[in-house]
């Protein structure tokens, strides 16, 4: 027999065993409510805000049952210490509920007591000690089920907070559940169902809480708080639930409780009892029991079993903030953010919650802080003074239950007047948009800012925060004139905006250098602020400022003379615009390589049948090899010069004498030969250009030849008596028009994007076709039909 994988296997045997209570897990049954308090020293807390019982606390427990409550129970509170350790007589207590004397417990818990759960039993006489045999008889079976039970519990009470929230938010503002849902969810650790949030509005809250059981996450450090309290290990349950097959990492905390009542049902159903767990949420002083399954008081009669909590000194709650990102305190409706903290919105074992905020000074003072489920943080209950000074520390502080605690430290912001400046200084430049940084405040307290003038006009300034104590912007002082501004710089609460005064000015021009090539009529000036110069005279020519641009190294300033450069060096003088002159040495570089072409041709075979068609010099088939020569005119082209080839558009590529597509012809002469479409591209047509580069240094742009693409044109075909004729061909869509005459008296234009493989046109006069290509639209092809 083949051997089943261990996980389904027991899944398989679990439900296979059980059916009837693998469908009952919802606890979606009312059970009674019962009143409990607990006190510990001077301080009595209400069940709801304990989340672990100590030896020595006393417990007062009552059952909250109506008036009319006809069955008669006993309720028993039972101390356990261990699986295999069963607790003494004396670690049972009961009271009478149906006796108003005596439905009441009052009780200390014991020394060595490790669990306690809270059972109610129909009175049939000797139920008591019939509850108390069993329990003692297997205590193994009920601390198993006080933890899971206890742990069960908190998960629907993190379940239940998601569904008032839900609710609430889809009742009174539907529109807010696409952004609270998911802060929800992670709050909570509560699964979320991301394709609700797609629905109409008034659909989602009723999408997202549906199969509430699978909804719950198990906590993200993977450990649970009766782990935590107990230390008691994951059983196989839960390692069943942890798997891909039973969920994919998600964790119902229901799953457990099926194999334990399963326990339940086959150790202890007799003909007096069964036993039932229940769920127990707590709620200010009282504990609401929910239910798996109706209780029966026919024989035999149903036990309610809920769990106390825990034993044991209370570990601190383990959160974290929310992010590294610091939070100003003074921002409106402030909300602190925590992870890892569900049990702080589910339940009310977080008190007299505070942010102790601490200032660079060293002084301390508490703000009290309320949870905000819907935030996902805590929330200060109040606004924060303006005179705390300068803050970037501060710790969430309160009580777990009965016992304080301090963390997590939150990252916060707060700063005083004055603290931002200007880095290097305070100098800005007017003419252009002038970048800023400031440092030294809080950056997340910055709400706005603006730039004023000296007559007062207001200018909102664009800001980006790009650390915690930095701002960078950028002044429009594009069009501003110099002069006194000053920068306000509003912030978060009260306090007043920080003022930062400027002092703008020209900035004065950076000359760095003026690089001129012998033989040329341009040269380039390069420096900052180059819109201020007017002229240049070095050597007796005068340069005039042409084109600016500006790039990452400063800016480039195109300057012409009136004549070709001189050879030589000297120092010229850079005329400005407000009348000032400044002097820079200037030395000319060697000539760069200028060429002049010589000839040019291509070879190519036409396609066969095809009619022959002459292009007009200066234009070649786009399909053909090219072969052209240049005599090198200024400058020289030595072996590791190249000529570089471009069309109008699109990219270029180099020819050199290394890899044979140039070649020498004398001193003075270069040949080369290339193939366009396999040098550029399959798509290249219109006008080519070309320019040598000799060391680095590029000559000028200088056009070569215009690339047609051509028809293939099989045959005129003319009936005569002045009927049209019918051209043949095809790539019939290259052609612009066609003519008798070169002057296109009478053209025939071709549709643009015509795809056929024919063409009407009247009978040509002569003996030749004339063309009009699309790729030289400004040349006229010719066509010799034979005769």
Request: proline share 10%.
């Amino acid at each position: 027999m083949p051997r089943l994988p261990l996980i389904p296997l027991l899944l398989a045997l679990l439900c296979a065993a059980f059916p009837a209570q693998a469908q009952q897990n919802a606890f979606d049954l009312v059970g009674p409510d019962l009143k409990l308090t607990v006190t510990r020293g001077s301080t009595t807390l209400p069940i709801g805000a304990v989340p672990s019982l100590q030896p020595g606390d006393k417990v007062t427990a009552e059952a909250a049952l109506p008036p009319d409550q006809s069955a008669h129970y006993l309720l028993v509170v039972a101390f356990l210490r261990g699986a295999t350790n069963p607790p003494p007589k004396d670690w049972f207590f009961v009271a009478e509920t149906w006796r108003k004397k005596k439905n009441k417990l009052e009780l200390t818990v014991p020394d060595g007591a490790e669990q306690a759960v809270l059972l109610l039993a129909p009175d049939t006489g000797g139920g008591f000690d019939a509850v108390r045999d069993a329990v003692r008889g297997r205590p193994g079976v009920f601390v198993r089920v006080a933890q899971d039970l206890f742990q069960a519990s908190l998960d629907r009470a993190r379940l239940d907070a998601f569904v008032t929230e839900i609710a609430r938010i889809g009742d009174t503002a539907p529109e807010r559940l696409a952004t609270a849902a998911p802060v929800l969810a992670n709050a909570l650790r509560i699964k979320l169902n991301a394709e609700c949030l797609a629905r109409p509005r008034g659909l989602q809250a009723a999408c997202l809480t549906q199969n509430r059981d699978s909804l719950v996450l198990q906590t993200q450090r993977g450990t649970t708080l009766a782990e935590t309290l107990t230390g008691s290990t994951a059983d196989l349950a839960y390692s069943i639930a942890a798997t891909p097959q039973a969920g994919g990492g998600y964790y119902s905390s229901y799953i457990g409780l099926a194999r334990d009542v399963a326990k339940l049902f086959g150790a202890f159903r007799s003909p007096q009892y069964q036993y039932l767990p229940a769920l127990a949420l707590g709620r200010g002083d009282t504990l609401k029991l929910l239910l798996n399954a109706a209780p029966s008081f026919q024989s035999p009669r149903s036990v309610l079993a809920a769990p106390l909590p825990p034993i044991g000194p209370a570990t601190p709650p383990i959160w974290q903030a929310g992010g590294p990102t610091p939070v100003c305190l003074a921002k409106p409706d402030l909300v602190l953010p925590l992870e890892d903290a569900p049990l702080l919105y589910a339940t009310d074992f977080g008190r007299s919650l505070s942010v102790r905020v601490t200032s660079n000074e060293g002084a301390a003072r508490d703000f009290p802080v309320l949870p905000d489920v819907e935030k996902g943080g805590v929330k200060l209950d109040g606004a924060v003074p303006a005179d705390l000074g300068t803050v970037s520390n501060a710790a969430l502080q309160g009580r777990w239950g009965f016992d304080p605690f301090t963390g997590p430290r939150l990252p916060v912001q707060l700063d005083k007047m004055g603290a931002w400046r200007a880095v290097p200084d305070s100098n800005v430049v007017v003419g252009r948009e002038h970048p800023l940084v400031l440092r030294g405040g809080a950056a997340f307290c910055v709400s706005q800012i603006a730039l004023s003038d000296a007559a007062g006009t207001r200018t909102p300034v664009p800001f980006k925060v790009t650390g915690q104590d930095e701002l960078t912007m950028t002044l429009p002082l594009k069009g501003a004139k110099p002069g006194a501004f000053t920068l306000n710089i509003a912030r978060f609460g009260s306090a007043p905006p920080d003022t930062i005064p400027l002092v703008a000015r020209l900035e004065a021009s950076r000359l760095d250098r003026f690089v001129v090539h012998e033989g040329d009529a341009e040269g380039v000036l390069e420096g900052a602020r180059l819109d201020q110069v007017a002229g240049l005279d070095w050597r007796g020519l005068h340069f005039t400022a042409g084109a600016l641009s500006r790039g990452n190294d400063g800016d480039r300033l195109a300057m012409t003379a009136p004549g070709p450069i001189p050879a030589g060096d000297g120092e010229a003088v850079v005329r400005l615009r407000d009348g000032r002159s400044v002097k820079l040495a200037v030395r000319a570089t060697a000539p760069r390589p200028a060429a002049t072409l010589l000839s040019r041709a291509s070879s190519g075979k036409p396609a066969t049948g095809a009619l022959p068609i002459t292009l007009p010099d200066g234009v070649l088939p786009a399909d053909a090899a090219i072969d052209f020569s240049f005599k090198v005119t200024r400058g020289s082209l030595g072996d590791g010069g190249t000529v570089e080839i471009a069309g109008a558009e699109g990219p270029s590529a180099r020819l050199g004498f290394r890899d044979g597509a140039l070649q020498r012809v004398g001193a003075e002469v270069v040949v080369a030969h290339f193939t366009p479409r396999a040098l550029l591209g399959a798509g290249i047509a219109g006008p080519l250009r070309y320019r040598l580069v000799q060391d680095g240094t590029p000559g000028d742009w200088q056009p070569l030849v215009t690339l047609a693409r051509l028809p293939v044109l099989t045959g005129l075909t003319c009936p005569g008596d002045g009927a049209p004729c019918t051209l043949a061909g095809q790539d019939l869509f290259v052609v612009a028009a066609l003519s008798d005459s070169p002057d296109f008296a009478r053209p025939t234009t071709v549709p643009l994007g015509f795809v056929g493989a024919t063409i009407s046109l009247p009978a040509p006069a002569g003996n030749t076709l004339y063309l009009r290509l699309h790729d030289a639209p400004d040349a006229v092809a010719r066509v010799a039909p034979p005769k």
